[in-house]
Structures are given as C-alpha cells and as structure tokens.
C-alpha cells in the first residue's frame, strides 16, 4: 500500500508543477518536452528491468489503447491548467474515481451499490458548481477538467488488464510512448513540434517530468500487490498533495468557494472508501 500512497503523493506534486511551467512556456511545449523526457526515464527502466518481457499482442494493444486515452486526457488537463487554478483542476478528480469505478465494474465484476453511488454522484455535481461559482455555464477550464477525469477514468482501470499479463514496466513504457507520439502528431498539426533543449535548464521541467516518472511506475506496480479499487480509491487523494504544494510553494490561495468545493471533494473521497 505505501507504494500507492506515495505514487499517489507524486502524482499531487507532478500536478502542482503543471501550470507555473506552463504559465511560462506553453501548454504544448511543456507537454512535448516533459513527454520526451519522461519516456526516456521509463525506457532506461523498461530496460534496466530483471523482470523477463512477454510479447502479448492483444495484451499490448490494450495498453496502447489505455495509453492513447491517458494522452487525450493530460492533454485536456494541461489544457485546463492554462486558464483554471491548480486547485479547480485537481479536485475535479473525484470524477476519475466514478468514472474509474464504473469501468472497473464493468471489466472486473467489482460491486458498486447504487444507491451510495447516486449521492457520491451529487457531492462531486456540488464540487464542481463550488469551483465554478455556482455559476451553470461551466467555464472552459472546468469543462477541459471533466474531459480529462472521463479520461483518466477509463483508462486506469483498463491498464489492470495488460499489467496482469505482460507486467508493470512494459505497460507503462508502452503508455508512455503513445503519449509521446500523439503529442508530437498534435505538434505537427499545430505547427509546434520544434525541440528545445534550453526549456530543460528550467528546473520545474525537470522535476516534472522526474516526478511523473516516478509517480506512474509506483502507482502501476501497486496494481500487482493490490486490487484495483483500492489503488484507484488511494489515487484520489491525490489533490491534497497537490494543493498543498500549490499554496506552499506557488502562493496560490483559496476561495471559500473552493474550500467548500475541496471539503465536499474530500467527504465524497471518504464516503467511496467507508462505503
């Protein structure tokens, strides 16, 4: 379990050093660049490995598959970490958890009841009206937010199955390079594909892109020694890390919508795990 709590951690870090590396390079830039640099660590792993690499062909479209959907949904949270603060995005996490407990139930036979479900449901709605102040027309950032949580939703759970045949590393590394490559087909379409080395003198790029690497290849092993449901219930409390770096470290500052929004967030957390 501690692998999770701190792949878990990681993650919160990683997402807190999201938008001042964009505020300053770019979205696309910072997502490239951290993509290219992060692959490369996941390869040296990949490689450095002791465990022996199947070739499963089925298994390794469905971690390609899972990791095409992982890219579409960082890009779309990247995209709303330009204009939403850390703290907005992070706690729109709560959706990956439905969305990732739905689809867990539909590939494992794990047992959601309903009934809690439908208010675990309302509390998240409430998260999401508190961080757009309560305002129906939800900004594009919230907007961009919600698409990556439908995102990451599907695709977590979907990376159990390659991960039980073909293991961790291969999956991760494989994910990894499809992200890499989706993003530098986006770059081309979009005129942005040019590599600058100079953006790695910036340290946050390099933590960035550190931590990601860290943070996926723990929170994957944790899928070998634990259930799926109880990693991807650790995963969400991951926004409180995050949030915490983000006011610590960035000086961002909190709302009493937000507060609200991340106390409702927090209850809906619990309720999935006690329930």
Known sequence: ???????????????????????????????????????????LYFISSTSSHQINIPMIGIALLSGLIAGVGLYFLVKAFKTETTTNVLFLNIFTLLISQSVSFILFKEPIVWKYYCIQIGLSIFTVMCFNGFNFNLRKGIKYGLLASLCFGIAYPLAGIPIEKIGYQTTIFI??????????????????????LKIYYDVKIILLSLLSAIAVILFFYSYT??????????????????????????????SKYQILGAISSIIACVLIYII
Request: proline share 2%.
């Open 175 to 196: 994910q990894e390079a499809i992200i890499l490559i989706l993003f530098f087909c986006i770059g081309f379409y979009t005129k942005k594909t040019k590599i600058d």
């Open 1 to 43: 379990m501690i692998t999770a709590i701190l792949g878990v951690f990681f993650m919160g870090v990683t997402d807190a050093l999201w938008r001042p590396c964009i505020l300053i390079h770019g979205h696309m830039k910072v997502l490239l660049h951290r993509t290219l640099l992060t692959t490369v660590l996941l390869g």
């Open 225 to 254: 020694v634990l259930q799926v449901y109880k990693v991807n219930l650790i995963s969400n409390f991951h926004p409180i890390g995050g949030m915490c770096i983000a006011i610590i470290l960035f000086k961002e500052h909190l």
